[in-house]
T-cell receptor
Framework: DAKTTQPPSMDCAEGRAANLPCNHSTISGNEYVYWYRQIHSQGPQYIIHGLKNNETNEMASLIITEDRKSSTLILPHATLRDTAVYYCIVRAAFSAGNMLTFGGGTRLMVKP | ETGVTQSPTHLIKTRGQQVTLRCSSQSGHNTVSWYQQALGQGPQFIFQYYREEENGRGNFPPRFSGLQFPNYSSELNVNALELDDSALYLC??????????????FGSGTRLTVV
């Protein structure tokens, strides 16, 4: 079973920041938080990951709370092309199997 | 660098038949995973191969089997197809030997319809 909880859907106005929350209250000390997104009819796309520090790359920022029980993915200036299902996943790096366990994700709709 | 490519993109099979799906990993990646995604759901892990050996399997019956070749390309085979096997099948590759684990690169998938 997925170890994360996300709202099923969210709306965001084009040009505004999209803040997608994720709860992972049972996360272990060696588990990372990963974010992927899936645009309709395509494979999931890696966005960002982190362990305990906040992370930023060209796509997004990841804010992880100090107790690591929740995190927020921030798309700073959402565009219509950011409309997708966003998945928050926790897993241990280099673990046996090393699989990704997807939950239901958050369907983000960016509106003009 | 090339990404992950899957073939075919779409496929229609009859219940009881067998199917083989193919995946070419991203250059330099030695690990490949397969996922099944039913309509409206998140992808579900089927199995993973690292350097031609299976090293993880999800809750799928033995009629789902796979191979990884020396060039790290991969096949997913499904025998005795059932209607519930209709789904998008995704292949993902990564380099497990990387010290910084940057995650998987997914292909666009094969849409399998069983009638």
């Amino acid at each position: 079973d997925a170890k994360t909880t996300q709202p099923p859907s969210m709306d965001c106005a084009e040009g505004r920041a999209a803040n997608l929350p994720c709860n992972h209250s049972t996360i272990s000390g060696n588990e990372y938080v990963y974010w992927y997104r899936q645009i309709h009819s395509q494979g999931p796309q890696y966005i960002i990951h982190g362990l305990k520090n906040n992370e930023t790359n060209e796509m997004a920022s990841l804010i992880i709370t100090e107790d690591r029980k929740s995190s927020t993915l921030i798309l700073p200036h959402a565009t219509l092309r950011d409309t997708a299902v966003y998945y928050c996943i926790v897993r241990a790096a280099f673990s046996a199997g090393n699989m990704l366990t997807f939950g239901g994700g958050t369907r983000l709709m960016v509106k003009p | 660098e090339t990404g992950v490519t899957q073939s075919p993109t779409h496929l229609i099979k009859t219940r009881g038949q067998q199917v083989t799906l193919r995946c070419s990993s991203q250059s330099g990646h030695n690990t490949v995973s397969w996922y099944q995604q039913a309509l409206g759901q998140g992808p579900q892990f089927i199995f993973q191969y690292y350097r031609e050996e299976e090293n993880g399997r999800g809750n799928f019956p033995p009629r789902f089997s796979g191979l990884q070749f020396p060039n790290y390309s991969s096949e997913l085979n499904v025998n005795a197809l059932e209607l519930d096997d209709s789904a998008l099948y995704l292949c993902a590759s990564s380099d497990r030997d990387l010290k910084a684990n940057y995650g998987y690169t997914f292909g666009s998938g094969t849409r399998l319809t069983v009638v």
